[in-house]
Nanobody, 121 residues
Framework: QWPLVESGGGLVQPGGSLRPSCAAT????????IGWFRQAPGKEREGVSC???????YYSESVKGRFTISRDNAKNTVLLQMNDLKPEDTAVYYC???????????????WGRGTQVTVSP
């Protein structure tokens, strides 16, 4: 059983919105920073956003002002509200868990399998 499971990706037109979610099982979710990463074909994995146990948030410059991350510790869930989507947001989006508040992927211990987000006319 995977510790993190993403859902809510899909195909959307430019300017549209999606809200992928990340559901966690098998570890003490509330202790962990949860991050969202994305990887487009031929590109390196990029840290998009993360939220730590006290609700502090980080956003990359490429998504700041368009994406909002939130968490519900009672439901072991993190949401990524993505607005004003652009074709360059197209990628597989992964969530991950870390005991560190960081956008650096190598500091993350648990990963999901990813959900595809495609932004196209």
């Amino acid at each position: 059983q995977w510790p993190l499971v993403e859902s809510g990706g899909g195909l959307v037109q430019p300017g549209g919105s999606l809200r992928p979610s990340c559901a966690a099982t098998g570890f003490t979710f509330s202790y962990y920073t949860i991050g969202w990463f994305r990887q487009a074909p031929g590109k390196e994995r990029e840290g998009v956003s993360c939220i730590n146990d006290d609700g502090s948030t980080y956003y990359s410059e490429s998504v700041k002002g368009r994406f909002t991350i939130s968490r519900d510790n009672a439901k072991n869930t993190v949401l990524l509200q993505m607005n004003d989507l652009k074709p360059e947001d197209t990628a597989v989006y992964y969530c991950a868990a870390s005991l560190y508040y960081t956008p650096v992927s190598t500091r993350y211990d648990y990963w999901g399998r990813g959900t595809q987000v495609t932004v196209s006319p």
